[in-house]
Nanobody, 120 residues
């Protein structure tokens, strides 16, 4: 059974930090690129950060560059998103996505999301 489970969300004051985790099971995690998305109320889902499989190249949205850091520990089937200097506009439900393409077939899994609220 394929599962992606996010955790680590919560309420934090502006300027604070949170570390999100995304744990995968039921599929070969190390071969999948992992992307963090977020969706705020009334907004479309947007990509926040991505880390590739194998070589671990990272990408960030301009809005989070320099504040967020993505990393992976394939021994633990886990990807982390360290979020520093949080702003109210970072408030959203954060989702992780695992994706890969094998012989032309796309494999794509989503977690259930974790709420991040940045407020004083």
């Amino acid at each position: 059974q394929v599962q992606l489970v996010e955790s680590g969300g919560g309420l934090v004051q502006p300027g604070g930090s949170l570390k999100l985790s995304c744990v995968g099971s039921g599929f070969p995690f190390m071969y999948y690129a992992i992307t963090w998305f977020r969706q705020a109320p009334g907004e479309e889902r947007e990509g926040v950060s991505c880390i590739t499989a194998a070589d671990g190249i990272t990408y960030y949205a301009d809005s989070v560059k320099g504040r967020f850091t993505i990393s992976r520990d394939d021994a633990k089937n886990t990807v982390y998103l360290q979020m520093n200097s949080l702003k109210p506009e970072d408030t959203a439900v954060y989702y992780c996505n695992a994706g890969t393409t094998v012989r032309g077939t796309e494999y794509d899994y989503w977690g259930q999301g974790t709420q991040v609220t940045v407020s004083s």
